[in-house]
């Protein structure tokens, strides 16, 4: 049997161009017609797979969620500086207290959506169905819970540091000041003589940002664990 010139179309294939039109053009580009041009298909044929753009959609954000690093979920988290917390002395995955865990599932996330900010819509209306988003959330949750934490306690740990995280990609602060000296008038706003410089210090500054607000969200809850729980 000859092979076929074109590669049999998949869900595999309908996701990856369609996070390409995401990413390219934002969440408006995706439609059945540009999705078969771009996999060189007619439109119907993509109803084998989705019923729906909007399960589309759900299956791109859920891509970017199978990026997030959980692993140093993966062993009981115990209180902040504990040994023997994940990944302490008691052995199992890598990471150490619920504390770092936290601290380094925020940076791997935020890692994932930085190259795809456009799908963060989809991903803030909660993981539904979608296995990778229910993954996420069951293992800090999980995490959470096995560290101590009463478990409304732990869920609203989890919806807080989605909402710090997903806003932090949906934008750049530096990025949304113009690299024009000009651009603004010192008799008008007196303390943004320098604020033309934050486009070009962008990363610094957006960086800095995350890991500031993040320490100061950590530290917050390392006094609450504490009051429910005293002293480590």
């Known amino acids: 049997m000859a092979r076929p010139r074109k590669p049999l179309l998949s869900r595999a294939r309908i996701v990856e161009a369609a996070g390409a039109l995401v990413d390219a ?4 580009a995706v ?25 589309i959609l759900d299956a791109v954000a859920d891509a970017v969620s199978a990026r997030v690093d ?33 601290h380094d599932w925020a940076h791997s996330y935020r890692e994932a959506l930085s190259d795809h900010p456009n799908i963060v819509p989809v991903l803030a209306r909660g993981p539904g169905r979608r296995p990778a988003g229910l993954r996420v959330a069951d293992a800090v949750f999980g995490a959470m819970t096995a560290a101590g934490w009463p478990p409304a306690h732990a869920t609203r740990i989890g919806a807080l540091m ?57 530290d917050g809850l390392a006094l609450q664990y504490e009051a429910l729980r005293g002293p480590a």
């Open 162 to 218: 989605r909402y710090f995280i997903l806003g932090a990609a949906v934008g750049s602060f530096a990025g949304g000041f113009v690299d024009d000296e000009t651009a603004y008038d010192l008799s008008a706003y007196p303390h943004l003589g320098q604020a033309h410089l934050l486009a070009e210090r962008r990363r610094e500054v957006d960086d800095g940002a995350f890991e500031t607000g993040l320490t100061a969200l950590l």
């Open 31 to 55: 439609s059945t017609r540009r999705l078969a041009a771009a996999l060189g298909v007619s439109g119907p044929s993509l109803y084998n797979h989705f019923r729906t753009k909007d399960e």
């Open 25 to 28: 053009e934002g969440l408006e």
């Open 70 to 102: 959980l692993s140093m979920f993966e062993a009981p988290a115990s209180g902040p500086g504990a040994a023997g917390g994940v990944g302490g002395g008691g052995g199992g995955g890598g990471g150490g207290d619920w504390r770092t865990a936290l």
